[in-house]
């Protein structure tokens, strides 16, 4: 499978993320934006920003319903994506509504948008891809997988619900795995 087309376009603040040796990236974390579209993802890694850093939230990597694939932060930088997990990880997110907008709502917690044909291929073409830039990328995870906290629910304080549920259980795992060398954690 040929690499896909990679348009780069930096968060302003990805030189100020800290750099790392790729050697020592061993793990892909798959994500979904839980938002409505790839412009509000922008907006959010531009705007919601940590005081003491100037850096904010972000993936390395954004792939859209189209299947086209944005780089916001180049992967020799750790971007912050997963509590624990970023100094080893690259982080991949595919446009999809999730529980938006009512990320913790007890009574939404359903992830019911299915991802896009052109969002898998383009998903599975780019680790490919990074495998084969990153020989030590050998693992595999959702972003459910490694962030398992339960907080209070937006609409009833006494419920808990799971904090981050991404990418849901509509994303083909199966699939992915099958067309891929690397290990699910």
Same mark, same amino acid.
């Given at each position: 499978?040929?690499?896909?087309?990679?348009?780069?376009?930096?968060?302003?603040?990805?030189?100020?993320?800290?750099?790392?040796?790729?050697?020592?990236?061993?793990?892909?974390?798959?994500?979904?934006?839980?938002?409505?579209?790839?412009?509000?993802?922008?907006?959010?890694? @531009?705007?919601?920003?940590?005081?003491? #850093?100037?850096?904010?939230?972000? $993936? =390395?990597?954004?792939? &859209?319903? !189209?299947?086209?694939?944005?780089?916001?932060?180049?992967?020799?930088?750790?971007?912050?994506?997963?509590?624990?997990?970023?100094?080893?990880?690259?982080?991949?997110?595919?446009?999809?509504?999730?529980?938006?907008?009512?990320?913790?709502?007890?009574?939404?917690?359903?992830?019911?948008?299915?991802?896009?044909?052109?969002?898998?291929?383009?998903?599975?073409?780019?680790?490919? @891809?990074?495998?084969?830039?990153?020989? #030590?990328?050998?693992?595999?995870? $959702? =972003?459910?997988?490694? &962030?398992? !906290?339960?907080?209070?629910?937006?609409?009833?304080?006494?419920?808990?619900?799971?904090?981050?549920?991404?990418?849901?259980?509509?994303?083909?795992?199966?699939?992915?795995?099958?067309?891929?060398?690397?290990?699910?954690?």
């Amino acid at each position: 499978m040929p690499a896909p087309p990679i348009l780069r376009d930096p968060l302003p603040y990805a030189d100020a993320l800290a750099a790392r040796e790729m050697a020592s990236i061993d793990t892909v974390v798959i994500h979904c934006t839980e938002l409505p579209d790839l412009a509000t993802a922008r907006d959010y890694g @531009e705007r919601i920003l940590y005081p003491a #850093s100037g850096t904010g939230n972000s $993936g =390395h990597y954004y792939i &859209d319903r !189209d299947g086209s694939i944005v780089e916001y932060v180049p992967p020799g930088r750790i971007a912050h994506h997963t509590r624990g997990w970023n100094p080893r990880s690259i982080g991949i997110e595919l446009v999809n509504t999730g529980r938006y907008p009512h990320w913790l709502d007890s009574r939404r917690q359903a992830m019911d948008q299915a991802y896009t044909e052109a969002q898998i291929e383009s998903l599975i073409g780019l680790l490919a @891809e990074l495998q084969e830039r990153i020989p #030590s990328l050998v693992q595999i995870a $959702g =972003h459910e997988d490694l &962030d398992l !906290d339960e907080v209070e629910a937006s609409d009833d304080p006494s419920v808990k619900v799971r904090r981050k549920r991404d990418p849901g259980p509509l994303f083909p795992w199966a699939r992915v795995l099958a067309a891929l060398p690397l290990k699910r954690l």
